[in-house]
């Protein structure tokens, strides 16, 4: 099947700082990807809709200038989460879509921020 | 948007078979998803049903009615790896754009714990 890594698995971070999250769809083109945040015990929350070459579509109550995200290539997205605060850390997942009804999902990136 | 409700948490025997629970309710309905998680990890896909009925997929299947909005997953001869979080996801139709790009959403999932 499709597979999707993310890079980095962890990374613990100080508050204020930024820090980027690979999302990479390795033997297949992904137009569109997506970005999840999940917090303990909880569901995968939508954060935004990655679409390759334009702007990205953010979900209600995700601030753009907070997670930037870029799509540069058909099998590369970004999430950038700037000036980090400890609410922040968090498990961030991406996906891409494949085919008519599935999605495949990274790893997930688990983010600390102290 | 939807409302999905799944059980928190639910214990169950090695051996043994589990039913999990979703329902649901959303304007316009195009398809329902189970995946798999376990814990740190990312989900994986389980089964999609778009009609009614029953899914069969090895030890897994998946059950839907559209009319009761309802599923279920049903897990048997279960193993202690089968201890995970499952996810239901629902896709509906307001406010896709021409031609798709639905995106489902999840419910809390529900904890499967197995013991020996």
């Known amino acids: 099947g499709a597979v999707v890594s993310q890079h980095p698995s962890r990374v613990i971070c100080k508050s204020g700082t930024s820090v980027k999250i690979e999302c990479r769809s390795l033997?297949?083109?992904?137009?569109?990807m997506f970005w999840y945040r999940q917090f303990p015990k909880q569901s995968l929350m939508l954060m935004a809709t990655s679409n390759e070459g334009s702007k990205a579509t953010y979900e209600q109550g995700v601030e753009k200038d907070k997670f930037l995200i870029n799509h540069a290539s058909l099998t590369l997205s970004t999430l950038t989460v700037t000036s980090a605060h400890p609410e922040d850390s968090s498990f961030y997942i991406c996906?891409?879509?494949?085919?008519?009804?599935?999605?495949?999902f990274g790893p997930g990136t688990r983010l600390t921020v102290t | 948007g939807q409302n999905i409700d799944q059980p928190t948490e639910m214990t169950a025997t090695e051996g043994a078979i589990v039913q999990i629970n979703c329902t649901y309710q959303?304007?316009?309905?195009?398809?329902l998803f189970w995946y798999q998680q376990h814990a740190g990890e990312a989900p994986t896909f389980l089964s999609y049903n778009v009609l009614d009925g029953l899914e069969e997929k090895g030890r897994f299947s998946s059950f839907l009615s559209r009319s009761k909005g309802y599923s279920y997953l049903l897990l048997k001869e279960l193993q202690m790896k089968d201890s995970a979080s499952y996810l239901c996801?629902?896709?509906?139709?307001?406010?896709?754009?021409?031609?798709?790009?639905?995106?489902?959403?999840f419910g809390r999932g529900t904890s499967l714990i197995v013991h020996p």
């Open positions: 996801a629902v896709r509906d139709t307001v406010g896709a754009p021409p031609g798709g790009s639905y995106i489902p959403t």
């Open positions: 996906s891409a879509r494949g085919g008519v009804y599935e999605q495949y």
């Open positions: 033997d297949f083109q992904a137009t569109t």
């Open positions: 959303t304007s316009g309905f195009n398809g």
